[in-house]
């Protein structure tokens, strides 16, 4: 059973206004080109007030009878099936691009577990136009990013940049500030805790939490990845 998908109901209230069409327009279109028969003007009401949501199939459906890409119509997706379905790709092709079998791939949508190698990885990346924050989340880096980043802050950032860089994709002179900054706050945190506990001791609270969310950390420095 999938989660639900990250239908943006404004977006798609706002599309719908902009064409000048009614929710019985909407509704007529998914029915006449999609063969949603069973859609109603209700249906694209509902959606519109959040009060209920579209299938994979009918959210297509309407991102076609409203002149947009999928994607338009949702939240920011965070499964491999989400991003595959806001660029309006058929699993066959994600499959194709990538060099799986296509059981093997719909398997991997389903389990929500991406196993691919890391030139299947790098297909994946391309064909799905993955920022480096979601390309990290879908292959199950983000384990190996917060390990390499909890290294860099505690000892050398200079030490780690060429590994962090390789793994994320993006140049290493992009990353200089961000991973001087990290290790700078990390630091004071444990300066903070060293004082508060008479040099006794270079753990607390601060500094636990700190690494627990050193992935957030590390993004939020990256606002254009």
């Given at each position: 059973?999938?989660p ?17 069409m ?18 109603t ?12 949501l ?45 060099g ?44 190996e ?43 004071t ?10 040099g006794s ?19 939020a420095?990256l606002?254009?990845?």
């Open positions: 059973m999938h639900p998908l990250p239908f943006n109901a404004r977006a798609a209230r706002t599309l719908r206004e902009k064409l000048g009614a929710h019985g327009h909407v509704a007529y279109g998914m029915r006449a080109s999609y063969g949603m028969t069973h859609i003007p209700d249906h694209v009401a509902a959606w519109e007030r959040g009060t209920a579209p299938t994979a199939d009918e959210l297509t459906a309407l991102a076609g009878a409203l002149w947009c890409a999928p994607g338009e119509l949702m939240g920011h997706a965070r499964t491999l099936r989400e991003h595959r379905l806001a660029r309006g790709l058929p699993v066959e092709d994600v499959a194709r691009a990538t799986l079998t296509l059981d093997a791939y719909h398997r991997m949508e389903e389990t929500g577990l991406w196993t691919g190698d890391k030139r299947q990885s790098a297909a994946l990346g391309s064909v799905l136009g993955l920022p480096p924050r979601d390309f990290i989340a879908i292959t199950g880096l983000e384990d990013l917060a390990r390499l980043l909890t290294e860099a802050v505690s000892t050398r950032w200079q030490a780690h940049i060429r590994a962090i860089a390789k793994l994320v994709a993006i140049d290493r002179r992009d990353l200089q500030n961000p991973l001087r900054t990290m290790q700078q706050d990390y630091q945190l444990l300066a903070a805790t060293l004082s508060r506990a008479g001791t270079a753990s607390g609270e601060d500094g636990r939490r700190y690494i627990e969310e050193i992935v957030d950390h590390f993004w420095l606002p254009d990845h």
